[in-house]
């Protein structure tokens, strides 16, 4: 089956902006892999909110696509609706000083997905289990914020160098960190699947958060585990740094996924900064 490619260009400002600070392009694609027929993952490009986001479901028949589907809609309706947000106004959870808007924004945004699935599992019984990872990016005039829950991932290529920006809540990424077990045998293992944090219905999830100034040539990368899971951290930069465009750079991702198996689905969110402050 092919994939869904669509780009877009987006200047990223607030109200009273007059001239935004940073500027982004950005591609996505998505693909079933080998051996699943359907696909669960559903994604979100939105330059005009400044929002990407990446979501891959899990449960049984079509209940991770529903999962998957309903925490993209949620997240993307709520950051819409916040996007000129009024601290003076009433807020749907308690809002952390500690935090930025943004963080608050995306930290809310997760809760309230998770409460949408608690709403559809209480209507359907056949959607009971169901859950989702999610990871965002949230960019502003000056910067990003990151937010994930589970194994979907975020990356930065700056100067042809991968950074991983976020830590998969995993049981096998648990032991990684414990020394247990090596990246490599963490591929391989049955319990590789087995996330210790999502969007799932019961308690409020936590995402974890982490704010990601930018600078002129960062890209910034999305993607379920059907691609961190089979291509090594050393070809998705070489990939990333080619010099094509972000279209086809999301191929050749989907492409190197299939290549390794395709177990799982894979959906991939690239995201170009052209213009932003010089910050380290």
Request: aromatic letters at 4%.
């Amino acid at each position: 089956m092919p994939s869904h490619d669509c780009k877009s260009r987006g200047r990223v400002a607030r109200a009273g902006d007059t001239d935004p600070l940073t500027t982004v392009t950005s591609a996505v694609a998505t693909h079933p892999g080998l051996r699943r027929e359907g696909n669960e993952d559903a994604s979100c490009v939105r330059a005009d909110l400044g929002l990407y986001l990446v979501a891959d479901g899990m449960g049984g028949h079509a209940a991770g696509e529903v999962a998957s589907r309903l925490a993209v809609e949620t997240i993307e309706s709520f950051i819409n609706d916040t996007r000129l947000a009024d601290l003076s106004s009433t807020w749907p959870f308690p809002y952390d000083t500690a935090l930025s808007l943004d963080g608050n924004r995306l930290r809310a945004a997760f809760q309230l997905a998770n409460r949408r699935l608690t709403s559809a599992m209480g209507d359907n019984d056949d959607l009971r289990g169901m859950a989702t990872t999610a990871v965002a990016v949230l960019v502003n005039p000056t910067g990003a914020t990151v937010a994930h829950v589970g194994d979907s991932r975020a990356y930065r290529l700056r100067g042809g160098v991968l950074t991983g920006l976020t830590e998969d809540h995993s049981w096998v990424n648990e032991q990684v960190r414990a020394g247990l077990m090596t990246d490599a045998d963490a591929r391989r293992h049955p319990w590789r699947n087995v996330v210790t944090r999502a969007i799932t219905g019961g308690d409020d999830p936590q995402p974890e958060l982490t704010v990601l100034p930018l600078i002129a040539g960062d890209r910034i990368l999305l993607c379920s585990d059907g691609l961190s899971s089979v291509v090594a951290n050393d070809q998705i930069t070489t990939m990333l740094a080619a010099a094509d465009t972000l279209d086809s750079i999301c191929k050749t991702l989907i492409d190197a996924a299939n290549n390794a198996g395709g177990p799982d689905n894979i959906t991939v969110v690239l995201i170009q900064v052209e213009h932003a402050d010089d910050v380290d």
